[in-house]
């Protein structure tokens, strides 16, 4: 293998690496409170409501992330509303994304013993309060590892933006093959570059735990 071929066409495979990172970390930034949101509305003691938020929930999830791309993309289209590249993608991956964390959170939201709200109530802690003394440090340990599983199948599933023409990684190194005429090599660095920014969200997550169990045991 030569991968001498791929230095030349680094620059290109860069540029398509930041535009994987901005779309990576535009959707976090919308799907994560977005998923928090729908998980609170979750436990809301309203049955329409809940009703409502499960049916939307296994209908988004239930969409092929592909499939949701491409409807953002072209159906506006059809009444005049064309939507850039990059929104289109952006609005996709977050409406999917914010449902799965919504699901992630609302399970570590279950995990919250009943007798920790009914303390806070006793200490006349407003809601606010209330989630950001007792709910959140109890619940950040227990969404982490999953939240951080679908980060990273996120990373990976940006990808998918090359259909609605968003110059991301992936997409770039499929435009280069015909620079290099070496799809291998191209491949495989494009691999390591997926495999690195993975690893790298993991180590983030070890760092956390770590200081939680170090937390912990202080007492």
Known sequence: MDFSSVLLIWPALLKGTLMTLALTGSVLAISTPAGLAIALARNVRSLPLQVLMVVVSAVIRGIPPLLLLLIVFFVPGQFGLNIPS???ALIGMSLYMSFYFAEIFRGALLSIDRGQYEAADVLGL?????FRRIVL?????VALPSYVSHASALLKN????SAVAVPELTGV???LFAVTFRPLETLLV???IYAVLSGLMFLVQFAFERRWALSRARG
């Open 158 to 161: 940006t990808a998918l933006a």
């Open 86 to 88: 990059f929104l289109s």
């Open 190 to 192: 494009v691999g390591a």
């Open 137 to 141: 440090p109890q619940m950040l340990p």
């Open 126 to 130: 407003s809601p606010l309060r209330k």
């Open 173 to 175: 190194a499929k435009g």
